[in-house]
């Protein structure tokens, strides 16, 4: 069975711009949850999806978001990029939606540069 | 607000010495806990959690921890480290009934010395 799937791999944007990540999960995993990576914050949630809506979200500003469409792939968009955005955005997949009592399955991420 | 620390930063060690690297977290409620390794340029992957009963938990490649209720601790372990080790350790945990936001740890960088 394939993992999870982010892509891209790699993005280099400049300030003020926007992004959309998208990410596939494991295939009959039904929620979907992102993470920020960087050195300085470490791993921080930014929002989780179940059955297309958003039922957890991190302290991030509204310049983040993000969606999950009925095959449970998902999406997050940031807008009017900021050079801290600059990260390893992360998706990780659970196969039903009780959320604490699943293992959540990281993909490779992506890596986003903001110039 | 819930919080989870990891005490060592970065830990050098010897092949075949032991390990443990220390986690605690802060929320007096119930928790799900989990310790998640990423290898270089590798994916996080999971290492072993820990939901309920037997507070010793064993995970893949020999690795193992313990969750001390009482000392809001979940210490990761493994008696003997291969050079193969050498990677970043996340601890984890999870608010019971509160969804799927996972809080981690800052990570502790672990160099195996072959």
């Known amino acids: 069975k394939a993992g999870v799937t982010q892509t891209p791999r790699y993005l280099i944007k400049t300030r003020g711009q926007q992004v959309t990540l998208s990410c596939s999960p494991i295939?009959?995993?039904?929620?979907v949850s992102w993470y920020q990576q960087t050195p300085g914050q470490g791993l921080q949630f930014l929002f989780e999806?179940?059955?297309?809506?958003?039922?957890n979200k991190g302290n991030f500003p509204g310049r983040f978001s993000g969606r999950q469409f009925s095959n449970s792939r998902s999406e997050m968009n940031v807008s009017t990029l900021e050079l801290g955005d600059s990260a390893l955005y992360l998706c990780?997949?659970?196969?039903?939606?009780?959320?604490?009592?699943?293992?959540?399955?990281f993909g490779p991420g992506t890596r986003l540069t903001v110039l | 607000a819930q919080s989870v620390s990891q005490h060592n930063h970065h830990v050098i060690l010897s092949e075949a010495a032991s390990l443990e690297l220390g986690c605690n977290y802060s929320?007096?409620?119930?928790?799900?806990l989990f310790w998640y390794v990423q290898y270089p340029g590798q994916h996080l992957q999971l290492l072993l959690k820990?939901?309920?009963?037997?507070?010793l938990v064993k995970g893949i490649k020999g690795f193992e921890a313990e969750f001390i209720k009482s000392k809001f601790s979940f210490n990761l372990r493994k008696p003997s480290v291969q050079w193969s080790d050498t990677a970043e350790y996340f601890c984890?945990?999870?608010?019971?009934?509160?969804?799927?936001?996972?809080?981690f740890g800052q990570g502790t960088e672990l160099s195996v010395k072959p």
């Open positions: 990780a997949s659970t196969i039903s939606g009780s959320g604490s009592t699943d293992t959540q399955y």
């Open positions: 295939s009959g995993h039904r929620s």
């Open positions: 999806y179940f059955s297309e809506t958003q039922r």
């Open positions: 929320y007096g409620g119930t928790v799900n």
């Open positions: 820990y939901f309920s009963g037997d507070p």
């Open positions: 984890a945990v999870i608010v019971y009934n509160q969804g799927g936001k996972l809080i």
